[in-house]
């Protein structure tokens, strides 16, 4: 079982930046790909911003260039820079690991982000 613990959302004004964290634990492992996706009211869940355990990055293309994920795999934790926000980004975040040799998914619990003046 692996648990991931979510801090960082909250409210901030157009063009300030926030930073998600999400540490996972609960079981051991090594390789996994961790991630941010995220859901506004009345639209679907997208992915955000992922990482491989290879460090590859990859990015929706509205927070390429604004965002930026990285992990520590000690900690087994990925974190998520957010700059430049858009009222756009408001949306509910929520984490995920993907065990990449059993395939199973984990979700956090979600944190709010609203950007708004």
């Known amino acids: 079982q692996v648990q991931l613990v979510e801090s960082g959302g909250g409210l901030v004004q157009p063009g300030g930046s926030l930073r998600l964290s999400c540490a996972a634990s609960?079981?051991?492992?090594?390789?996994?790909?961790m991630g941010w996706y995220r859901q506004a009211p009345g639209k679907q869940r997208e992915l955000v911003a992922a990482v491989s355990d290879g460090g590859t990055t990859n990015y929706v293309d509205s927070a390429r260039g604004r965002f930026t994920i990285s992990r520590d795999n000690a900690k087994n934790s990925v974190s998520l820079q957010m700059n430049s926000m858009k009222p756009e980004d408001t949306a509910v975040y929520y984490c995920?690991?993907?065990?990449?040799?059993?395939?199973?998914?984990?979700w956090g619990q979600g944190t709010q982000v609203t950007v708004s003046s």
């Open positions: 609960g079981s051991t492992f090594s390789s996994y790909i």
């Open positions: 995920y690991l993907h065990r990449i040799f059993s395939g199973l998914d984990y």
